[in-house]
């Protein structure tokens, strides 16, 4: 299992999946950014794009481009420009979002709750179908639709249902645990909010959403453009 | 200024920053994260580290960190290994953390609420100075004992405090009129968490955070490891 921070960007050498061709973690993390681009491309009903108009509008080189695309077959000549909904469903088949994803959410605080309402989660197929939490108080509440269980139900709602991925927002003391629940019940993939390292199964993914680290890097930035 | 959503990896041709030595997107990505795990190892009493040890810990490969502290002078040879505090130090100079960032938080629904109660910000030197709310009915309320204020108040507050920072909660129909507002009154960095993309002066730092990127990639992820 690779465990990752929305920093943490590997080199070229260092790449993720099991499959034949091997994909450098850092063109992965690009490429939920294409889908997105090319989402709003073809909501503005443009439909077709040479890599160099789309590296323009992503500040990405036109070449970093076609070397990404180029992990998964090339998309169609360059010269003659990308089909932007072809590309962008391709994008999505590669994501998986075709597919859908079941999700629950484990901590139903301010930042569970946030997500639990971020309705673009719902768009990109990823289908909010549960919310724990192990405060009596919050238990029975709904946050769009769907009723916050009580933590002690985790482990019998992930067997009996199918859950992909589970959204961790709670303190990181609890996470160890939880995560080896959810695991053991079935969860394929964690994004854990949380500092907690996971130390878990090879085929269990793990996406580690560090928030403090964007701001550093907005840190950094500030103080290079104020020189 | 460049526009940087948490999953966006330049090439190491792209830069930031307009110092004489040019340190790739990736490589400042990286440095929150060194940060971090230096912080760790320091609170566990570990005092000097290899790179090869630092390398399996962060599973990054020992010559990609040697690579990457070599944009910042080395920081100590590496036979020797590294000094751990020293390193931390180096890295959280080169951030900014020491001199200390001041940050408003514009937008108290569930998301702005959970990064004003993210203790671990003003671990990093980030000091919340500010929460602005449009909604009357927040008005007055205070979260870790700062008082939100009306959004009318924004510009005026900006004006006559040193605000570094502020990170955008709101919907994406708001950001663009706030972020100019906030910009034209001394605002140097923005953390954005809304879809909207930002044209802003050269010398505006911004940093994007699309939380469905991550659950995009978790999807990606599982779906290579289910193979």
Redesign the interface.
Known sequence: ???????????E??T????EKKVPE?V??????Y??YLSDLSAQDVHRISSGQLSEL????A??IRQDFNYFGGFGQQGYGYNVDYLRDEIAN????S?G?T?IIVGA???G???A??A??EK???KLVGIFDSDESKVGREIRGIRIMHQAQLAEFVREHRV??A?LTIPSTAVHDTAQLLVKNGV????NFS?AELDLP??????H???????????????????
Chains 1, 2 share one sequence.
């Open positions: 299992m690779i465990q990752c921070s929305y920093i943490c960007v590997f080199g050498e260092d993720v999946g099991n499959n850092v992965i993390k690009r490429l939920p950014r889908y997105r992503m500040s990405v080189t070449s970093q590669i994501l998986g979002l597919d994803n999700m605080g301010n930042l709750s946030a997500l309402n971020h673009s989660f990109r197929g990823f992909d991925i959204i394929k993939g964690l994004l500092r090879k085929d269990v993914a793990v996406e959403v560090h928030l403090s680290d964007s701001l550093m890097t907005l840190g950094y930035k500030i103080k290079e453009y104020q020189k």
